[in-house]
């Protein structure tokens, strides 16, 4: 399990997709702490290899992740029709 230090910032991601994980790299860089929540179990061990504390969570799930900061990154997939 993780523990988290008390004395960085730390945000939450709800949504660590591809546009997610960019910006859990950048504030890492910047010193945050960072949990990204994923609903692919198998997103799990990466996110974790990347510096990122994964959590299963679904929109709308109880018991939100609570940081300083939560983004709401909700994009579709690459290979979506932007248009449509």
Same mark, same amino acid.
């Given at each position: 399990?993780?523990?988290?230090?008390?004395?960085?910032?730390?945000?939450?991601?709800?949504?660590? @997709? *591809? /546009?997610? %994980?960019?910006?859990?790299?950048? #504030?890492?860089?910047?010193?945050?702490?960072?949990?990204?929540?994923?609903?692919?179990?198998?997103?799990? @061990? *990466? /996110?974790? %290899?990347?510096?990122?504390?994964? #959590?299963?969570?679904?929109?709308?799930?109880?018991?939100?992740?609570?940081?300083?900061?939560?983004?709401?990154?909700?994009?579709?997939?690459?290979?979506?029709?932007?248009?449509?």
């Amino acid at each position: 399990m993780h523990h988290r230090r008390t004395d960085m910032k730390h945000a939450a991601i709800i949504g660590c @997709g *591809w /546009l997610g %994980q960019e910006m859990a790299r950048a #504030l890492i860089r910047d010193g945050w702490q960072v949990t990204g929540t994923t609903t692919t179990p198998e997103k799990l @061990g *990466w /996110l974790r %290899q990347a510096g990122i504390e994964p #959590l299963l969570y679904r929109i709308g799930d109880p018991d939100p992740p609570a940081a300083d900061m939560v983004i709401i990154s909700a994009t579709p997939s690459r290979t979506a029709d932007y248009v449509a």
